[in-house]
């Protein structure tokens, strides 16, 4: 049997990828499918100590965070393509309207 | 016996999950990046049935890799990118940091999961992880967190159209 610590080592390095693509990426579509990768990493950690502690509660949460999810890629998709049809463009750097000074 | 054959799939879905998801940070065509998520999504579902969650992995490839990934394709052929729109790459210092720091904490978190004094899981019963079982209890201890989220997607669908209409 596996224990917790292959499951947690992996949701860690998952969610690393996605905070490095974050960070890195200037293509809104790109930083939103890396803040998904963070949620699934959230989702495997859940996932892990409900097998792990022989509770169900994570299940239920992890269904939460799916449905979460998908709310916010509806939401996040159409704020991208309404700055795609103001400004032209989905790269981060040049969308600064709310940037001080 | 069973011990060998869960590292061997663990590792099957493991490895090919960190190669995707290492494909979409690295992919310069959004298309591209989001193929590879389509795969991480598939291999994560593997990698949920292995931990008796078969109601998740499902939901994972019913919503993630079925709904949301429509989605997002949707939108890069809608928006189409072409190849100066999507900018030549420019390596910034700010970006560097953030890498670093990045890979900084990978590395603090995983000593910390090494230094987890190790313990067998519990034994669950087949029962532990099908819909029956997540059903019974989301609709009884999580009754309100589930009508809450019904809600949530109403305003999230009412949100969508109301950002995407012509003028805002």
Request: glycine content about 8%.
């Amino acid at each position: 049997m596996l224990t917790v610590n292959y499951y947690l080592g992996l949701a860690a390095v998952l969610f690393t990828i996605g905070l490095c693509g974050v960070l890195i990426k200037r293509n809104a579509l790109i930083v939103f499918m890396c803040i998904e990768l963070m949620l699934n990493a959230a989702n495997l950690t859940f996932l892990a100590f409900s097998r792990q502690y022989g509770n169900l509660s994570g299940h239920a949460i992890a269904f939460f965070v799916i449905a979460v999810a998908a709310a916010e890629a509806a939401v996040g998709l159409a704020i991208v393509i309404a700055i795609f049809r103001t400004r032209g463009t989905v790269n981060l750097d040049e969308v600064t309207t709310l940037r001080d000074s | 016996m069973t011990d060998k054959a869960e590292i061997v799939v663990f590792w099957i879905f493991a490895v090919p999950l960190i190669v995707t998801a290492l494909g979409v940070v690295m992919a310069r065509n959004p298309v591209y990046a989001a193929m590879n998520l389509v795969a991480a999504f598939f291999c994560l579902a593997g990698i949920y049935v292995l931990l008796a969650a078969h109601l998740v992995a499902f939901l994972q490839v019913l919503v993630y890799a079925g709904a949301i990934m429509v989605l997002f394709l949707f939108v890069i052929m809608l928006l189409s990118l072409s190849d100066e729109e999507l900018g030549v790459p420019r390596v910034r210092a700010m970006q560097v940091i953030g890498a670093a720091g990045g890979i900084g904490l990978a590395w603090v978190v995983l000593n910390a999961i090494r230094s987890i004094a190790t313990q067998q899981p519990r034994i669950v019963g087949p029962e532990f992880g099908t819909v029956k079982a997540v059903g019974k209890l989301l609709f009884t201890q999580y009754l309100l967190p589930l009508e809450a989220t019904s809600v949530l997607l109403l305003v999230a669908i009412v949100g969508a159209v109301v950002v995407a209409k012509q003028r805002i």
